[in-house]
């Protein structure tokens, strides 16, 4: 069949594909532990399903508005004020079929062909694509552990040419669980600003942030930047909702309306109960975001002291997410291979691990594994990994 140009360059999500080989080991009876997730293991809190029956019970069964309820777009516009002191009128609010096509709904609202945006690696991996969807083109800037694989202001001044269109920053990021101060993200701002870039920035991980830290939001630095921002955030991490597909934009009303329009044509609105879910989830008890939260901290000091005890691999701590983003170059090389991806096959087809390459997320000298599964199971993973490094050392 002769399919679409756009399929063409489309590369299939990493992630996604670690997890589908892991999971068709398992079924075939082999013990694998799967370090590819991009997903809390803890179930969602009870209200939050109860309030979902309920909702089903009561005939929420139909169509909604494509953007989402008003009280859930008002209980959007609330965490807004409350945690970050944003002001946002629900026509500035869109609910979505999770983060990822609020994003999606974005780019095809915002790019026209050729238009250039700014991404930043080691880069969440749907980035790249969805922009490429959309007409758009990434304009890769790579970063170094020694800057904790933050931007510089002189990096992005360099990288702006007169079809930036906008940039995207993710804190704390996936893969690398990096944050950007208030200091790094007023310097960026100030040139985007200077050169009118649209800031798209995906906070879907702020609620899991470590060691005392407290999330910042770009948008929130002054009136200026917030009117160039557009902030992308969902339920799926902070309260462990990954299938429940709820997501949401925040910023320009016109913007907004357009996704919207985008969004009537293709899903026509987010999946009903789910956005009753998500107003339990919002309005109800906070006390279970942080009880994950506790949980992922104590997973990530001990999971990073027993990684980086194994020959061959560094890594730098990460501040927020759920992932570590260990360097494996040279633990590939001390075991016969030439690059991370064979390393990371033979991790899944011999020690029965199941990690994700760096090269989908734009730096192929690393893994990313997640942290979001059983502490004996981070264990278990720590020590198979060892062996099989020093057995083929
Ligand atoms: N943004 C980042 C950085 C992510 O890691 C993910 C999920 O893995 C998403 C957005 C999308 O999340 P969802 O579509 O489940 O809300």
Redesign the pocket.
């Known amino acids: 069949m002769d399919l679409a140009n756009r399929t063409k360059t489309l590369t299939p999500s990493a992630?996604l594909a670690i997890t589908a080989m892991a999971k068709e080991l398992k079924a075939s009876g082999v013990d694998v532990i799967g370090l590819g997730a991009?997903?809390p293991d803890f179930n969602t809190p009870d209200h939050i399903i109860e309030a979902a029956y309920q909702a089903l019970l009561n005939g929420k069964t139909k169509y909604t508005a494509t953007g989402g309820i008003e009280e859930l777009k008002r209980a959007v516009c609330d965490k807004l004020l409350k945690d970050q002191g944003l002001t946002y009128e629900t026509s500035e609010i869109i609910v979505t079929n999770?983060?990822?096509?609020a994003?999606y709904t974005l780019f095809q609202a915002l790019l026209n062909e050729g238009d250039e945006v700014i991404v930043i690696a080691p880069y969440?991996v749907?980035y790249t694509e969805q922009i490429k969807l959309a007409g758009g083109v990434p304009v890769i800037i790579e970063t170094t552990e020694e800057n904790e694989f933050k931007l510089t202001a002189s990096q992005l001044e360099g990288a702006v040419t007169s079809k930036t269109k906008a940039i995207i920053i993710?804190s704390p990021?996936?893969p690398t669980g990096m944050c950007y101060s208030e200091r790094e993200l007023l310097e960026i701002g100030s040139i985007c600003l200077k050169h009118n870039i649209t800031i798209v920035s995906?906070e879907?991980?702020e609620k899991l942030v470590y060691d005392g830290q407290k999330h910042v939001s770009i948008a929130q630095l002054s009136e200026e930047l917030k009117q160039i921002t557009v902030i992308?955030n969902?339920?799926?991490?902070a309260y462990s909702m990954?299938g429940w597909?709820?997501?949401y934009a925040a910023g320009n009303k016109e913007l907004i309306k357009q996704m919207t329009s985008i969004a009537s044509h293709s899903t026509s609105n987010p999946t009903t109960p789910s956005q009753y879910g998500a107003l339990a989830a919002f309005n109800g008890p906070q006390d279970v975001v942080e009880e994950m939260r506790i949980q992922f901290e104590k997973r990530l000091n001990m999971f990073h002291e027993a990684l980086v005890n194994i020959p061959g691999f560094t890594c730098l701590k990460p501040k927020g997410a759920f992932y570590l983003f260990p360097n494996v170059k040279e633990a590939a090389k001390l075991c016969g291979y030439s690059t991370v991806d064979e390393f990371a096959k033979a991790l899944l087809s011999e020690a029965h691990v199941a990690v994700v390459p760096g090269a989908g997320f734009g730096a192929p000298d690393y893994i990313r594994v997640s942290y979001a599964t059983s502490e004996a199971d981070l264990i278990e993973a720590a020590k198979r990994i060892k062996n099989f490094v020093e057995e083929k050392m």
């Open positions: 992630t991009g997903e999770g983060a990822k096509h994003l969440w749907s993710n990021s996936n995906d879907i991980y992308i969902g339920l799926s991490k990954t597909r709820i997501g």
